[in-house]
């Protein structure tokens, strides 16, 4: 079926290396994160009706800068240590990894500790079974959708990072023009060490 594109006994998946990736993306995250609010850069200073045109500057390049960075770093590992020299699989590796944080970061949420990622994971956390929901009224509903779309555009954007991670692990040159030329028969091969 897919003859002449993967060599046979070779998988197609390295689970090892998208597991590896997705913790590296989180411990990454949770750094940068923790360095955000050692030099105050997760200080609210902002009016009491949140809005995101109240948010400081140095906290939107931490939370948006740590969650493309750190999904970045977590698909470029992901993707050097499965081996693969072409970008789609080593782009599926790194995208692969930051399906797998997805569900781990609703988990956190869930446990309260999201907040150690910066204030725009905030919005994946909703109110737990357990507690008592608060009362639905203007300022609620606009922080509700705020903190959401704070949290799809952070999530979104550590998609992006992946991607471009993934890529840059692969080794190929960042430009669709190289793949009008490139050769069909080195698809799968690993990086060749230098000796």
Known sequence: MNEGYEPAGRPWLSWSA???GALSALAVGLVIGLIGFAIGAHQ????REMTLRSIRLLTA?????GAFFAYAAGAWVAARMAGFRRAEPAILHGVIAWLVTVPILLVLAALGSTSLYGGWWGGLAGTPVWGTPPPVNEETAAALRNGAVAAASTLLLGLIGSTLG???ASGEPMSLKH???RPADEAYERPRRAA
């Open 18 to 20: 998208v597991w590896v």
């Open 44 to 47: 609210l200073t902002a009016p």
């Open 61 to 65: 390049i931490f939370d948006v800068g």
């Open 166 to 168: 993934g890529w840059m």
């Open 179 to 181: 793949y009008r030329r």
